[in-house]
């Protein structure tokens, strides 16, 4: 889960970390109204969305003035910014953080992530903040500093010493950036992060070492740890295909092929997806629908999928265990019984009640095809779509 740079600000602060004097405006007036309450002559209107690349693409303005305020808040308000890590969709712009202008004197990347190899959390840093860490890594790869975290003792003040001299920190600055070097590593243990991003970290004229910039994403796994941190997401920002399926209990990740999946576990899930490909065909979504799944459950995972505009044809692969292949298949067909369909749907069923789904299917009267291995019945699934398609079926609309 991503949560807004102005909530990681806040968060992070809690932490030991400085951060530049702010304040959230749900409108341009409130934005002005803010400036003023923050007090100082230049500030920083900052959009904000879940997703960094917001200064290239307009969405971080300096102002100098209450009517620079409204011009450049009454320009970011209900558009949609595109930057490089939102997709060509873009994202909404519904809120927007008024910061004091900060005086920046040098500009610093700070990162803390998994790393997965070593099992522990590495900090990633370096000189050239401002850019992209993709670009760093690109264009001065030699300016990165890493350093991993032992968990039994945690981040370790001679750590934090040893990169603030590697990035040439003047010797006053080394006790700010040690606390906030360990103010974000406590911030990502403490809450279950996945990653924190302080992008620039800068040292200001008057010496002072402050986050500009903050993004934080958590575990969505441990967020029932966290309700506080739960409660910050923001719908407005999600992948509106994700976030219905997240509300039902269902893990949904959209893809961009054509052929719906609904499966049960992430392996068999994964499988499926990557027999579609050698079939010849683009899996539409990864979806899992979990053991046990009850005909309401399975038919909310068809309706799910169907909603994907993109959907030409539909495979269920269900290797029954704890689900029952009865179950499934009442599900399958309520869906479609409730909302009939003019695409392919291609059913596999295996495991326990297999006999029972089949029968179900069968009586239905309805255009299922059926197959009885996975190979099967991605074979089918593609060659169904590509025959709809030689027919020239057009895109649903949804
Ligand atoms: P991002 O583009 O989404 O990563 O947004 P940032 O918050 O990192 O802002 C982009 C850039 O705007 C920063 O790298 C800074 O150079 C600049 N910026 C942001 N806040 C201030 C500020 O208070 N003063 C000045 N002078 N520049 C700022
Ligand atoms: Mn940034």
């Known amino acids: 889960m991503d949560i807004h740079e102005y909530q990681a600000k806040e968060i992070l602060s809690q932490f030991g970390v400085e951060v530049p004097a702010g304040a959230l405006a749900y409108s341009p007036e409130q934005a002005a109204y803010r400036s003023r309450e923050l007090g100082g002559d230049r500030w920083v209107v900052k959009a904000q969305v879940h997703a960094g690349g917001r200064g290239k693409a307009g969405g971080v303005q300096v102002c100098g003035s209450d009517a620079e305020i409204l ?13 490089h890590q939102t997709g060509p969709a873009g994202k909404g712009i519904y809120r927007v953080y008024v910061e004091a202008a900060v005086d920046i004197a040098r500009e610093i990347y700070l990162g803390l992530v998994l790393d997965r190899s070593s099992q522990r959390v590495m900090i990633v840093c370096s000189g050239e903040g401002g850019m992209e860490i993709e670009e760093i890594s690109a264009e001065r790869p030699d300016s990165i500093i890493r350093a991993t975290v032992e968990p039994a003792v945690g981040l370790q003040d001679f750590q934090c010493r040893e990169i603030a001299f590697a990035l040439g920190l003047d010797a006053a600055l080394v006790q700010s950036f040690t606390r906030t070097l360990k103010g974000c590593y406590l911030a990502f243990r403490d809450l279950d992060a996945t990653m924190v991003e302080i992008n620039p970290l800068v040292v200001t004229g008057a010496g002072r070492i402050l986050a500009l910039d903050a993004k934080m994403t958590f575990d969505d796994n441990a967020m029932f740890r966290h309700p506080q941190v739960a409660e910050l997401r923001d719908k407005s920002q999600e992948d509106p295909r994700e976030c219905r399926a997240a509300d039902r209990g269902l893990n949904y990740v959209g893809l961009t092929g054509n052929i719906g999946c609904i499966v049960n576990g992430a392996g068999l899930a994964m499988a499926t997806m990557d027999t579609i490909k050698l079939a010849g065909g683009e899996p539409a979504n990864f979806l899992d629908i ?9 038919a909310k995972a068809f ?5 994907d505009k993109n959907v030409q044809a539909v495979l269920v692969n269900i290797f029954a265990g704890i689900n029952r292949c ?26 326990t009640n297999v006999e029972e789904g089949q029968k179900i299917l069968a009586k239905s009267g309805l255009p299922i095809i059926r197959a009885s291995t996975l190979e099967e019945a991605a074979e089918r699934a593609v060659n169904a779509w590509k025959n709809d398609q030689a027919k020239g079926a057009k895109l649903r609309a949804v």
């Open 326 to 351: 009865d179950w499934v298949a009442q599900g399958v067909i309520d869906a479609l019984r409730a909302d009939p369909v003019d695409i392919p749907v291609i059913v596999r069923l295996s495991g």
């Open 290 to 298: 979990g053991g046990g799944a009850t005909p309401e459950r399975v």
């Open 303 to 307: 309706r799910l999928v169907m909603s």
């Open 71 to 83: 011009e450049a808040s009454e320009a970011m308000f209900g558009r949609k910014i595109v930057t």
